[in-house]
C-alpha cells in the first residue's frame, strides 16, 4: 500500500533519473505477455532518453525488465519508481493505464488515484468486539 510518506517523498524528489512504471496486472492481461508489454513501453520512450544519461537509463530499464519477467501478480496493477540504486515498487487492487517515463518521478497517475479512491473508515461491530478498519486505495488497514 502506498503510505502518504511514500507520495510526499515521490512528489518532492529532485531525482531526474527516475523510470516509473504504471503496470495492469489485471486478470484479464496473461502474465506471459508481461514482458512484450513493457518492451513497448521502453521503446517508445527510448528515443528521448539523452545521451548523457543512457547508461544510467539502460540500467534501470535492465533491473525493470528482470522485474517485470519474473512479477507474480498480487493485485491489478503495480507502481514501480526505479533508478540504478533505489527501488520502490507498489502493488495495487486498482488497475492502472500502462504508462513508463524517464526523469523525476511520474506522480500524476498515483495522485489521480489517491483523489479518486479517497481514504474512509469503516466500524465493524459485533457483541463482545469493534474493530476498525481504515480503507485506502482498496486495501484494508486494521488498526488495533
Known amino acids: 500500500m502506498v503510505s502518504p510518506e511514500d507520495v510526499k517523498r515521490l512528489t518532492e524528489s529532485t531525482d531526474h533519473h527516475i523510470l516509473t512504471l504504471y503496470f495492469n496486472t489485471s ?4 502474465r506471459s505477455a508481461y514482458p512484450a508489454r513493457l518492451r513497448a513501453l521502453l521503446h517508445g520512450i527510448e528515443r528521448g532518453i539523452p545521451a548523457e544519461e543512457r547508461k544510467l ?4 530499464a535492465g533491473r525493470l525488465m528482470n522485474y517485470i519477467s519474473q512479477y507474480r501478480p498480487s493485485g491489478n496493477s503495480v507502481l514501480v519508481f526505479a533508478d540504478a540504486k533505489t527501488w520502490d515498487e507498489f ?3 486498482i488497475p492502472v493505464r500502462d504508462e513508463l517515463s524517464w526523469g523525476l518521478p ?12 479517497r481514504p474512509y473508515g469503516v466500524l465493524v461491530a459485533a457483541t463482545e468486539q469493534v474493530r ?3 480503507v485506502r486505495l482498496n486495501e484494508f488497514e486494521v488498526f488495533k
Open 57 to 60: 537509463y539502460d540500467h534501470a
Open 132 to 134: 476498525f478498519l481504515a
Open 27 to 30: 486478470s484479464d492481461q496473461p
Open 106 to 117: 511520474n506522480t500524476a497517475q498515483l495522485l489521480w488515484l489517491i483523489q479518486e479512491y
Open 91 to 93: 502493488p495495487s487492487r
